[in-house]
């Protein structure tokens, strides 16, 4: 399995990027997604999730700024990210959950499988 995230870069406050995650190996219909962020110095924290039927949460800090969704067909995840902070800046990581599973999308555990990040930095 194999989820490659990528999208981030350097961006002004106010600004957008949009992060994709594209992923191989699974039955990607079968999985919910999510996207978490770490900054420096900090745990890894929950940002988004979407499961196969679209339905999505978000956290509070990037709800009304922040759109995830997904396109089954192409086996991807994707991350609108509007109206950026400086407080965004961290690396942005993609993860899968299978659907059949236990456990909180707000929590790392929950989730199978990881890609490698991709950096968001937002400058002010």
């Known amino acids: 399995v194999q989820l490659q995230a990528s999208g981030g870069g350097l961006v002004q406050a106010g600004g957008s990027l949009r992060l994709s995650c594209a992923a191989s190996g699974l039955t990607f219909s079968g999985y919910s997604m999510g996207w978490f962020r770490q900054a420096p110095g900090k745990e890894r924290e929950f940002v988004a999730a979407?499961?196969?039927?679209?339905?999505?949460t978000y956290a509070d800090s990037v709800k009304g700024r922040f759109t995830i969704s997904r396109d089954n067909a192409k086996n991807t995840v994707y991350l609108q990210m509007n109206s950026l902070k400086p407080e965004d800046t961290a690396v942005y990581y993609c993860?899968?959950?299978?659907?059949?599973?236990?456990?909180?999308?707000?929590?790392?555990?929950?989730?199978?499988?990881w890609g490698q990040g991709t950096q968001v930095t937002v400058s002010s």
């Open positions: 993860a899968a959950k299978r659907i059949a599973s236990s456990g909180s999308y707000y929590y790392t555990t929950s989730y199978a499988y």
């Open positions: 979407i499961i196969t039927r679209g339905a999505s």
